[in-house]
């Protein structure tokens, strides 16, 4: 018996050819396609041939034979190589079904011959649906290492001209040749880059706005009164923790009051009104954009599902067809594990919230100096790091769970389980990643009480404060340390990852089989032409083997990380100006990484057809109308926006007033504080003698603290109750104008163009016709007969 070694070392082949007459013939009349092979399937070489795995090997491949398909074997040291080639009958039945079906039957697939890339999702899908005796599919097969793995291979050509055109660094600031990249990765990949690029072009002028309001808040940097409030101000704020946290001055500040007034001004509210608009806009802009490419593809009414049943035909002239069901015992399943799912994600979320404020503590009481000066920060930066890893954690968790719940829903259809896991998944993975923020926004600081009456965990722990400059700027921080590092990380392992292993995979390949005594001209360099001796072939495969593996997640991930990417450049805006400019500056380098990586990095993705985005535009929707109503509450609730409003026209000097020199804002900040004598016995408890001593040696006698609360009492004032109920009239107010300015922009601009609506009726009429002159051909030449 030979040995592994010896195989690899003495190339043997053996070759399968099921065609209907036992030769080979031309499948279609592009010689390009003539020589190549659809899809490559790689093994392990077995010794024992009595194995079960190797018995299942030829099992799967005689049943490819019973099917007409060309199967050219090749052996390379432990792997062995089988190339498919799939008959001319199969694509003729599949353009004869297009022809007649309801949804795909102006397909521009039904004239001439099948382009390599539908040829490659067919042959796809009939490999996925071959089942061996026991039951097993091909799935099934990898999943026990009967096969290692399958691909389609890429084309060198094709490869150069994108390489050229499209895949790389220095063309970053030109277009995109998107009808190549559908010829070359189907209609489902191009849609991405088309979204893709249509989106970061429409971020122009929300970046270009976001960076004005930047700038309007940088021109009042130093000649603003708040800020000049702040800084010159020699009040005494109450301690933000328990033990170690010392009584400080509200001067301290003054560089976070100057921050904190680069995104909370007048300018904010203008901008997310104009954010919450320009999401609905860029959504039917988007859907004019796609109308455009569809009808000039002639997929404009394709239908997903019934491409599917048309290749189950195609596959199994005798297959059943799937049929429609519905369990409400199964839906409430999946509704309840829904839910639970949530509530374990918003769990965590409180747990590392009871983390940082206990974690505050042990470290203040712990035994190490540098520990326990620094307790606070040492507590948020744990908590930082224990939030990355949960949501690593959680994002894997999230897909296995997503992915079991569709098992539960039985869905009917692969276009059904894809619409279903996106919906789900995204749903995990936004409250993965916004459930820090929502609380940051929205509970930080609110419920944590007052100086005599804190609220504590467990009666111990004392919550956390907000940042000592306002909510608004703990809100800020978090979204420039996310859109700035977490894409920029993101990119760096996005692009790294597939070059390194790429790169491992080619230089543990040590044994390069050079094509020296080849004298077909065609070998060398390119695909096309004449059949590929077995050197070149093997070259070929190995090279597409050695890429890093794809698989039908790689392009959701690609639309989950965009789409993660929208929602937090218009839910949150209004705390942020600047991430429509970071999210455009991240996406111009996105979408050539992206094709880089696709192109020369990774496996040739199976090329899908499709007319649209699918169900990621019912997310973006839903996303537009989170944002109306975060905004909304951002604004209304965490920000000073309406406190400043009502001070200025109830409160201030220009309320008292009217000829008054002085500012308008004069004593906001003053206003806005509470204050306590630390001697209260109701207070004294909250704090030991050492927090209370001042850097001059003095002790104080009382306190402030940003609140509106009466000193003797400590009960709300009526200026709290007065802001809060406009605060409350803001965000209805807000709401229904921005949804009523979504509503009419979404009604002035039509979803498709005038122009596609005329081309797809002559299209009809010219479509009709042919169909008509057809038959009455057909009548004539029986007549005559």
């Known amino acids: 018996m030979q040995s592994k070694g010896q195989a690899g070392l003495e190339l043997r082949e053996r070759t399968r050819e099921g065609t209907e007459n036992g030769s080979e ?15 490559v399937l ?25 099917k007409n398909f060309k199967i050219k074997t090749i052996v390379d040291d432990d792997n062995v190589f089988h190339g498919f080639r799939a008959p001319k009958k199969i694509f003729d039945k599949y353009r004869y079904l297009l022809k007649v079906s309801d949804a795909c039957n102006w397909s521009c697939e039904q004239k001439d011959t099948a382009p390599l890339s539908t040829r490659i999702r067919i042959v796809h899908f009939v490999l996925n649906n071959t089942c061996i005796s026991s039951g097993e599919n091909l799935r099934d097969l990898l999943t026990k290492k009967v096969f290692e793995t399958s691909f389609c291979l890429h084309e060198k050509k094709q490869q150069k001209l994108l390489r050229k055109r499209w895949a790389r660094w220095t063309a970053c600031f030109q277009g995109q040749p998107i009808d190549d990249v559908r010829k070359y990765f189907g209609e489902k990949v191009a849609l991405y880059y088309l979204w893709l690029g249509w989106y970061t072009y429409l971020l122009i002028p929300p970046a270009i706005l976001g960076l004005i309001v930047f700038l309007y808040g940088l021109a009042f940097f130093n000649t603003s009164p708040l800020i000049k409030e702040v800084c010159e101000a020699d009040t005494i704020m109450c301690p933000l923790c328990d033990k170690i946290c010392k009584v400080w001055n509200l001067s301290d500040t003054c560089m976070y009051a100057k921050v904190n007034l680069l995104f909370d001004n007048e300018g904010t509210v203008a901008f997310a009104m104009f954010m919450a608009v320009w999401a609905t806009v860029f959504l039917e802009f988007w859907k004019r954009h796609r109308a455009t490419y569809v009808c000039r593809w002639k997929i404009y009414d394709w239908c997903e599902d019934e491409e599917e049943l048309i290749l189950d035909i195609v596959n199994d002239p005798d297959c059943e067809p799937k049929v429609y069901s519905h369990s409400y015992l ?74 079991k719940l569709c098992d539960i829903e039985k869905t009917r259809s692969l276009a059904a389980t894809e619409r279903s896991f996106t919906v789900k998944m995204f749903t995990f993975q936004f409250f993965t990643l916004f459930s820090s923020l929502i609380y940051v926004a929205f509970f930080l600081g609110r419920m944590n009480g007052h100086p005599g009456g804190y609220v504590r965990i467990a009666g111990k722990w ?43 995979k080619k230089k543990s390949n040590n044994l390069q089989r050079k094509c020296g005594y080849c004298y077909r001209k065609n070998c060398k360099g390119t695909e096309d032409g004449s059949e590929l001796c077995d050197n070149c072939k093997l070259q070929n495969w190995t090279r597409n083997y050695n890429l890093r593996e794809v698989d039908a997640f790689s392009l959701f991930n690609e639309f989950l ?81 309406i406190p400043r409003l009502v001070y200025r026209y109830r409160y201030g000097p220009c309320a008292k007033d009217p000829e008054t020199t002085l500012p308008c804002m004069t004593g906001y900040i003053n206003n806005t504080l509470s204050t306590v004598q630390v001697t209260d016995k109701r207070v004294s408890k909250d704090f030991v ?9 003095h002790n104080v006698t009382q ?83």
């Open 689 to 697: 003698p050492a927090q209370l001593v001042i850097p001059s040696g």
């Open 703 to 785: 306190c402030s603290y940003k609140d509106y609360r009466s000193m003797e009492d400590y009960g709300f004032t009526a200026q709290f109750w007065l802001i809060l109920a406009v605060r409350f009239a803001f965000v209805i107010l807000f709401e229904h104008v921005v949804v009523i300015c979504k509503f009419i922009a979404a009604w002035f601009v039509p979803d498709c163009p005038l122009k596609v609506k005329n081309d797809r009726l002559h299209d009809k009429l010219t479509r009709l016709k042919e169909e008509l002159r057809e038959k009455s051909n057909r009548f004539d030449r029986s007549t005559d007969v």
């Open 330 to 403: 199964h839906s409430t399943l999946v509704l309840i594990l829904v839910t639970l799912m949530l509530v374990l994600i918003i769990g965590l979320t409180h747990a590392l919230v009871v983390f940082r404020v206990v974690a505050t503590v042990l470290f203040s009481e712990g035994k190490w100096e540098f520990l326990t000066e620094h307790a606070n920060m040492a507590a948020v930066m744990m908590g930082a790091v224990l939030h990355y890893l949960t949501i690593t954690i959680m994002t894997r968790v999230n897909r296995k769970v997503a992915l």
């Open 462 to 504: 004392r919550l956390e404060e907000c940042h000592p400059s306002g909510c608004l700027t703990d809100l800020f921080i978090q979204m420039a340390v996310i859109l700035v590092l977490k894409q920029s990380i993101n990119n760096v392992f996005e692009f790294a990852v597939p070059w390194f292993f790429s790169w491992m």
């Open 561 to 641: 990380e965009m789409v993660i990417q929208f929602s937090f450049t218009t839910i949150f805006v209004a705390a942020f100006p600047l991430a429509p400019l970071l999210a455009l500056l991240n996406n111009i380098f996105e979408i050539r990484l992206d094709a880089i990586k696709m192109v020369s990095l990774e496996r040739r993705m199976v090329p899908k057809k499709s007319n649209d985005i699918g169900v990621w535009t019912k997310v973006l929707e839903m996303i537009g109308v989170l944002a109306v109503i975060a905004n909304g509450l951002v604004i209304g609730v965490s920000s000073d926006f």
């Open 25 to 39: 013939t031309p499948l279609l009349h592009s010689t390009s396609v003539f020589q190549s092979y659809d899809y």
């Open 42 to 66: 790689v093994g392990k070489l077995f010794d024992d041939k009595e194995s079960e795995a190797f018995k299942k090997q030829e099992n799967f491949l005689a049943e490819l034979k019973k």
